[in-house]
Nanobody
């Protein structure tokens, strides 16, 4: 079982920025795609961004142009840089390794208006 540990969440005002990190225990990190999801109160978990093992990225329409996903294979870490944050971005953000079906414990992001 792969362990994923997220960090970097917090409280920020609208228009601010946060960078989330997800450290993986996977032995060979470079071969797996990784993704970020979020779950707002009372809503279903939704995909936010993903990155393939070769660095190809995809984003939800709601975050395009504001969020950037990246990875550092040497550190076995995936990042989510979030800029121009909006109150609608509030939620618990989860890291996901689809190769092992593993999820992190989540990190809370709260954006105040």
């Amino acid at each position: 079982q792969v362990q994923l540990v997220e960090s970097g969440g917090g409280l920020v005002q609208a228009g601010g920025s946060l960078r989330l990190s997800c450290a993986a225990s996977r032995t060979i990190f470079s071969i797996t795609a990784m993704g970020w999801y979020r779950q707002a109160p009372g809503k279903q978990r939704e995909p936010v961004a993903a990155i393939t093992n070769s660095g190809i990225t995809t984003y939800a329409d709601s975050v395009k142009g504001r969020f950037t996903i990246s990875r550092d294979n040497a550190k076995k870490t995936v990042y989510l840089q979030m800029n121009s944050l909006k109150p609608d971005d509030t939620g618990v953000y989860y890291c996901h390794d689809p190769g092992s079906s593993s999820w992190g414990q989540g990190t809370q992001v709260t954006v105040s208006s």
